[in-house]
């Protein structure tokens, strides 16, 4: 815990007195998705002043918080993405791919920064645990956009 950064002076009292502290008991709201959490996250290290007793979230309390929040809202955690990932031997930039979405997406969830969305979470846990749904994924005509594609026309009734 020693290389956490923080300022050591407080917001609230002016006070050079923030210091690492648990705290024993830390609840908070969630709303994402639509839906409201309430997390709690029993021994909680931060940054508290001694003095005021005013906390501070830092980097790697949040992480933890959001960890916590992703297991009460049921959503895969930074680290089980991880391993799942590296488990399929995927680079990220290869299940980007797969999933249609953006390397630098796929990088802030697995390193805690962004929250995937539940619809998200649904697909990551179907490809993980369905070799089938990766080999469609993978066999997909995915058409260059480049090219103009006979469906995307108005009017066509190509299917």
Not at 28 to 36: I, K, L
Not at 114 to 120: D, G, Y
Not at 148 to 158: F, M, V
Request: glycine residues 6%; hydrophobic residues 40%; proline residues 5%.
């Amino acid at each position: 815990m020693s290389d956490r950064r923080f300022s050591p002076k407080c917001a609230q009292s002016g006070q050079r007195a923030v210091a690492l502290a648990t705290v024993p008991r830390y609840e908070t709201q969630f709303a994402h998705d639509g839906r409201s959490y309430a997390v709690t996250v029993p021994g909680l290290v931060a940054p508290v002043c001694g003095n005021c007793g005013q906390g501070v979230i830092d980097d790697a309390a949040d992480l933890e918080i959001g960890t916590a929040f992703r297991r009460a809202a049921g959503l895969l955690t930074p680290d089980e993405m991880l391993a799942h990932r590296r488990r399929l031997r995927l680079t990220q930039s290869d299940l980007a791919d797969a999933l249609g979405i953006c390397v630098s997406t796929l990088c802030r969830w697995e390193t805690g920064a962004q929250i995937q969305q539940r619809s998200l979470d649904r697909f990551l846990r179907i490809f993980f645990q369905l070799p089938a749904v990766r080999d469609f994924l993978a066999a997909r005509d995915v058409p260059d956009s480049r090219e103009p594609d006979s469906r995307r026309l108005i009017g066509t009734t190509a299917v």
